[in-house]
């Protein structure tokens, strides 16, 4: 038969499923020069302009180079705590290490329960963690904190890797972290020392302002697109006027009617402090741009799935919330992140409002007489932080949209 003469990886089961994917075999005669003559020195016209590629690359990699080597970062190293944590007190600085700790061990676990994407973000937090702890200027206890993180994520994964048992626990430690590193950090109402907003900034402003408007707008965002498509006018016409007016104004418009407008609506005193409302300023944007992208996942569901859920007997709840959206929101995850994406970039337009983020911290260092003409340093280590952790998210999404779809191949 035609079937016969076609090599297969895969095998079929008397149950007619796909045990393993089709895959076409890999030429492997040829051999690197070969590939490379082919893909980079095909013509004249392709050596030239590879010839070119490679002598710009060479001369952009040595100016890097020749920068990092060359200049004096100590604007870097002097201002690093300021940098990483603003004005948070030095002596309830253990509060942090510990809020760091937790995590470090729930990466590991993640790593070593679920395999996959933990993979890279456990070797990316080790990575920035060893990095910072053999740097000669860091300190002597904060090298051994450090340290302790990286031992922390070593000792979640060999556990994870040996207990499936923690499945569960380490899905409830992952809901319960934000509470818990926020009630840390702030000082648990009352149980410890407080520490007010005002003294948070830097790296750990920006992560604060980021994780909580990312986990809000989500939800929010889910709501709102399943409004915009509800059967109900009411709540129809509600959601499509709430997306199209903040997707009407700009994110800064928005912080600033947060910062100035609602105290003024509510009578002066709100008892809601300036970091508080720019995270709610943020979660209720990103969550309008999130509602339209789960939108365009929902109308990407045949009709079929809505008609086979029906003849199942399921009801409108079961059919939405166990049939259609984890279908809609697996087809919309490089939408999805790239929303989280900016929104952890744009945490630094918070510098406008009066807020001590990440750059707003290095904008405000150059701006010191003892530094100045120094921006360049401090800008190129903001970028990196930056560039690490976005990259990071958009690796993460990438294999679990590839996990996701192997149902599909």
């Not at 200027?137 to 048992?165: E, H, K």
């Not at 049939?323 to 994406?341: N, R, S, Y």
């Not at 003892?370 to 952790?389: D, K």
Request: overall charge neutral; glycine content about 10%.
């Amino acid at each position: 038969m035609y079937v016969n003469n076609i090599q297969q990886e895969g095998e079929f089961n008397s149950q007619l499923e796909v045990t393993a994917g089709t895959h076409l075999k890999r030429n492997n005669n040829s051999n690197l020069s070969e590939s490379l003559k082919k893909n980079l020195f095909d013509g004249w016209k392709n050596t030239l302009l590879t010839v070119l590629t490679g002598i710009f690359s060479l001369i952009v990699i040595y100016q890097v180079i020749t920068f990092v080597v060359t200049n004096n970062w100590d604007v870097i190293y002097d201002n690093l705590r300021l940098l990483m944590i603003g004005q948070y007190p030095i002596e309830e600085i253990w509060r942090l290490w510990i809020a760091l700790d937790l995590v470090s061990l729930l990466i590991g676990l993640t790593w070593g329960l679920w395999k996959g994407a933990g993979k890279a973000v456990a070797a990316t937090f080790g990575s920035v963690f060893f990095v910072f702890a053999v740097i000669p200027w860091t300190t002597l206890n904060t090298s051994l904190n450090l340290t302790a993180s990286i031992a922390l994520i070593a000792v979640g994964y060999f556990a994870g890797d040996r207990l499936d048992g923690l499945k569960i626990p380490t899905l409830i430690l992952w809901a319960l972290y934000i509470p818990l590193a926020l009630g840390l950090i702030t000082g648990f109402g009352g149980l410890l020392e407080p520490v007010l907003s005002r003294e948070w900034g830097g790296w750990l402003l920006t992560v604060i302002i980021a994780s909580i408007s990312i986990i809000g707008c989500f939800p929010l965002g889910v709501l709102l697109a399943l409004g915009r498509r509800s059967e109900l006018p009411v709540i129809r016409y509600f959601c499509i006027g709430y997306i199209e007016l903040v997707r009407g104004i700009p994110l800064i418009m928005v912080l600033f009617i947060g910062q100035l407008l609602i105290p003024l609506f509510l009578g002066g005193e709100t008892g809601i402090d300036n970091v508080s409302r720019a995270i709610i300023a943020y979660t209720f944007f990103a969550a309008a741009y999130l509602a339209e992208n789960v939108r365009g996942g929902l109308q990407s569901i045949p009709a079929g799935q809505y008609e086979a859920a029906q003849a199942l007997g399921l009801n409108k709840f079961k059919l939405t919330f166990f049939i259609i959206l984890p279908q809609a929101l697996k087809a919309v995850i490089p939408a999805l992140v790239g929303q989280f994406i900016t929104i952890l970039k744009d945490t630094s337009l918070v510098a406008i409002i009066g807020l001590a983020d990440f750059l707003g911290t290095a904008r405000r260092i150059s701006n010191n007489p003892e530094y100045l003409g120094r921006y360049m340093e401090l800008y190129i280590f903001v970028a990196a932080f930056y560039f690490i952790f976005c990259y990071l998210m958009a690796h993460v999404s990438r294999h679990l949209e590839r996990s996701l779809s192997k149902g599909n191949q």
